[in-house]
Each structure stands twice: as structure tokens, then as C-alpha cells.
């Protein structure tokens, strides 16, 4: 093979190895560009949804307040709350109810 031969392969070889640089560069330039718009962009707040309080999620906490010996102190809640029993409970007043039964036998 020529000098001149080998030359042209050379110089083809860093024409090709030039343009993959520049192929690479775009690509990292392009990715770098999303992330800033992206980390420039307030983040949204993932709120806490509450679920409701169902009947049978308080009931199985007055139910372990009663075995742990507290039954009449369950019976005197539902009465401050308005009911002789949890079904009569006002489903609005079960948050509250519950705050008072967790505090039974913490004092």
C-alpha cells in the first residue's frame, strides 16, 4: 500500500472518529438541556390523601382497647360521643373518637 494510500485511510478514520465526536457531544448536550428544564421546573407536592375511617377500622380499635381491659372507658367514649353504640356513631365524629381511644391507657 502507498503512502499516499495509507494517508487517505488515516484521514478518513479521523473524519469518521470527528464525526462520532460530534454525534456524542450533541446527544450529551441535548441530554443535559432536558435535566435543566427538568430541576428548573417547580416539583409538584405529592399530597397525603386520607382515606375516610370506616366503621370496621374503628371498631377493631375499640375492640383491642376493650380486651386490653378498657371496656368501660369504650363504653363511656361512645356515650360522650352521643351513642350507646359504634354504629350509632356519627361517621364524621370517628376521627375524634378514635384520638380519645388512643389515649386510653397512655396516662
Not at 397525603?48 to 381491659?69: F, I, M, N, Y
Amino acid at each position: 500500500m502507498s503512502k499516499t494510500s495509507e494517508l487517505a485511510l488515516v484521514i478518513e478514520e479521523l473524519r469518521n472518529a470527528a464525526t462520532a465526536l460530534c454525534l456524542v457531544a450533541e446527544n450529551l448536550s441535548t441530554l443535559f438541556a432536558d435535566q435543566a428544564e427538568q430541576s428548573a421546573t417547580p416539583m409538584q407536592t405529592t399530597k397525603k390523601v386520607e382515606k375516610p375511617l370506616t366503621l370496621e377500622a374503628v371498631r377493631a380499635v375499640l375492640a383491642e382497647k376493650s380486651r386490653d381491659g378498657h371496656t368501660a372507658d369504650v363504653r363511656a367514649l361512645l356515650e360522650k360521643h352521643g351513642a350507646a353504640k359504634l354504629s350509632e356513631i356519627n361517621p364524621a365524629k370517628y376521627a375524634q373518637l378514635l384520638a380519645d381511644a388512643e389515649a386510653l391507657g397512655n396516662g
